[in-house]
């Protein structure tokens, strides 16, 4: 029987620390793109279990022969070789995805796959259909963003197509979705923010965004309200999960507070950015009148004035491990659906009064 190849045994080889060669493995902190590609190869090469799949990390130079006369489709059987990406909406530059698709795609390509888009239409949202042009003969896997649909999220559950959510609709009180789910870490930044604000003696801590947009919106609320009750913060502090993503309903709730908060935690820099307008308009301050944290540390967070405290998504490594489960379910269906988080970072700025940026 083969020995089990190890971490430890990788790292041996590339003369590199085990933490380091973790770290790629297990996408988890920072490290260059070359320095992790260099151990994905090593680990494929050397049959680590969760890689010996993927011909992305085969050793560089010349194929073997065998792998020389494999047929362009050996790794899907049945030929299809498209990646269908469905969304709502149009993703811009801004969105955290934006990179994490480049990476995303980038590492399929490698696999002989192409992604092609799909948008889907409200009345096809609305009939729970999938969008016109798609063709099932010809997809080999699916890939959501932007689709929040908990209803047209189980009619995809049940195509029979390996199918990944990088994030979902709200799944709570509700039956898992039957695929693999990746989002990223939305609980500790937002908690080590409160903790900090806390520290800073701030003690009127509110949150804006509408909780029930998506899982992750969600997630981000629930960790507001688990840091502010464990911090002792509840006490005339109104939780503010607003029913809509307007820039008015912002104006409306904070002209209604008797008291301004004085930190308002958003669920995402999009929402940051429009409540700061809103309490312009008001003739509020931020950073004077109010602190603000948003969440993506968007393009935007940087250049806004003032530059907006943010947690950041590492869309490199979402984009690598959204490649890795969907490809992994491509050639092993009957696995066990998994979750995953990635891994965020709180960087504080000009919003919260820091005007040096700290990446913590």
Request: aromatic share 10%; proline share 5%.
């Amino acid at each position: 029987m083969a020995t089990r190849v190890t971490i430890q045994d990788i790292a041996n080889e590339l003369q590199l620390s085990r933490n380091t060669v973790s770290k790629a493995i297990n996408n988890t902190g920072v490290l260059a793109d070359a320095t992790r590609e260099k151990i994905l190869r090593k680990a494929a090469e050397m049959g680590y279990k969760q890689f010996a799949y993927l011909p992305l990390f085969q050793p560089d130079g010349p194929p073997a022969p065998e792998a020389a006369a494999a047929p362009a489709d050996a790794a899907q059987p049945d030929g299809k070789r498209e990646i269908a990406m469905l969304t709502t909406c149009f993703l811009s530059n801004s969105h955290f995805s934006s990179l994490m698709l480049d990476r995303f795609q980038s590492e399929i390509h490698h696999l002989h796959y192409g992604m092609t888009i799909y948008r889907i239409s409200p009345s096809e949202l609305a009939a729970r259909r999938m969008p016109a042009s798609f063709d099932p003969e010809r997809v080999a896997g699916i890939i959501c963003f932007e689709v929040f649909d908990y209803a047209y999220a189980q009619m995809l559950c049940e195509q029979g197509i390996p199918l990944l959510f990088v994030d979902s609709p709200v799944t709570e009180l509700k039956a898992p979705l039957k695929a693999d789910l990746l989002y990223m870490n939305n609980h500790v930044e937002v908690q080590h923010f409160i903790q900090i604000m806390a520290e800073r003696g701030k003690k009127r801590i509110s949150f804006f965004g509408k909780a029930q947009h998506c899982q992750s919106f969600f997630e981000r609320w629930a960790a507001y309200r688990s840091a502010v009750e464990l911090l002792g913060l509840t006490e005339g502090v109104p939780y503010c999960a607003t029913d809509s993503l307007k820039v008015e309903d912002y104006y409306n709730t904070l002209k209604g507070f008797d008291k301004l908060p004085e930190v308002i935690v958003c669920a995402n820099d999009f929402v940051a950015i429009d409540v700061n307008r809103a309490l312009e308009t008001l003739g509020h301050s931020v950073p004077d009148d109010v602190w603000l944290c948003g969440f993506d540390d968007s393009q935007e967070a940087s250049v806004m004035t003032p530059r907006l405290t943010s947690i950041h998504i590492h869309g490199q490594i979402m984009g690598f491990t959204a490649a890795d489960l969907l490809m992994t379910r491509i050639k092993e269906p009957s696995l066990n659906y998994r979750t995953v988080y990635t891994e965020t970072n709180l960087i504080l700025r000009e919003s919260t009064g820091d005007h040096e940026a700290k990446k913590l």
